[in-house]
């Protein structure tokens, strides 16, 4: 038989056996002819959290390093604080200053102050006791005809004009133990309110200059260096917790009606055991027409839907990027 009617029968069977489906699935995968039914392809992705400061200002510290672990409370980097740290004394100052106000007013007057108020009260008390000696004298001396009408007069307005002034420096001695008017006291509470808010403000300021690790994570990546400017808001440090390492993986079309959050799955990646587990957490609404190019030549074609699954604890390292391989999903 010629060589070239020999290859046109050999393509015409290899044609007639795809058409028919005669070749097991296995051996058409291991060709990368026929799709791949019995597994999802997919990979590892991680949630990286940017921490970054509120303001510009020059970095002075960084004690993590790319590739570290840090603990929760761990400080990840520090921002020039000089003019925050100046801010908050000059906040706690000024709150002493407004409660200092705030708690004369609710006292009254020192015990001093009063002790005079008593001793001007007192002698004016003495003063009186004489005053009306002295008119009970002149009212005789004048219903006798004694004495005249104008001592007489003089001595009844000296008594008035004593008790008076006595009755004056008990009202004042009253007062000088109470506190200031409602009014007065409202206004330097707000006062005190309105200092106690800045200075949180300013503290809450200074600690974001210098930012703790929210929880134990990688640190995936740093963006800048001890010395060098950092603009308001750029990150300056990226974290990777292990919670938030996800799988995603590609599910045929035909596959989808089962589907459902929540769901355990298992999967493998190379070198990992073979009893990893993850839930679903995310189902895609929408369809994709091929899955990423360099995990499947053969399903380039296919109709597939994006799925993401939390891994269950485990001591496996699953570095972003690993590819993995999802077993189907129960039917």
């Known amino acids: 038989m ?17 058409t028919h489906g005669w070749w097991e699935t296995p051996v058409l995968s291991a060709l990368g002819l026929g799709p791949q039914q019995m597994h999802y392809l997919g990979y590892v992705e991680g949630e990286t959290s940017l921490i970054a400061p509120p303001i510009a200002g020059r970095l002075v510290e960084r004690p993590v390093e790319r590739g570290g672990q840090v603990k929760k ?7 020039d604080p000089v003019l925050a740290t100046a801010e908050v004394t000059r906040a706690e100052a000024a709150l002493a200053e407004v409660q200092a106000r705030y708690d004369n007013l609710l006292t009254g007057k020192r015990q001093e102050e009063q002790d005079v108020t008593r001793g ?25 005809s004694i004495t005249t009408r104008q ?13 008076s002034r006595a009755a004056s420096l008990s009202a004042q ?12 006291i409202a206004a330097a509470k707000a006062l005190v309110d309105q200092s106690q808010a800045n200075l949180a ?12 690790a929210p929880e134990d994570a990688l640190v995936e990546n740093t963006f800048f ?14 974290l990777l917790p292990p919670r938030r390492i996800k799988l995603r ?19 493998t990646c190379d070198g990992c055991p073979s009893d990893l587990k993850a839930r679903v957490t995310y189902i895609s609404p929408r369809a994709e027409f091929t899955p990423p190019v360099i995990y499947s030549q053969s399903a380039r074609t296919k109709l597939v839907f994006l799925i993401e699954a939390r891994p269950e604890a485990t001591e496996t390292k699953l570095p972003p990027g690993l590819p993995v391989t999802v077993a189907p999903l129960a039917k």
Do not use: C
């Not at 046109?8 to 290899?14: F, I, Q, Y």
């Not at 001592?151 to 008790?163: K, S, T």
């Not at 503290?203 to 210098?210: E, I, P, V």
């Open 173 to 184: 001695e009253k007062v000088g133990d109470l506190a200031a008017r409602p009014e007065e």
């Open 225 to 238: 260096n001890t010395g060098e400017w950092v603009p308001a808001g750029t990150p300056v440090v990226s």
């Open 201 to 212: 403000q300013m503290r809450k300021r200074l600690d974001d200059l210098m930012p703790a």
């Open 120 to 144: 001007q009260r007192r002698e004016v008390e003495a003063s009186l006791a004489l005053a009306e000696t002295e008119l009970q004298r002149q009212t005789q001396l004048f219903e006798k």
């Open 73 to 79: 409370g761990d400080r990840l980097f520090v921002i």
């Open 2 to 18: 010629k060589p070239a009617p020999f290859i046109a029968a050999a393509a015409l069977v290899v044609a007639l056996l795809l």
């Open 249 to 267: 993986f590609f599910v045929p079309e035909e596959d989808m009606v089962h589907a459902r959050m929540g769901e355990t799955v298992g999967f």
């Open 151 to 163: 001592a007489y007069d003089q001595a009844q307005a000296q008594v008035r004009q004593l008790r």
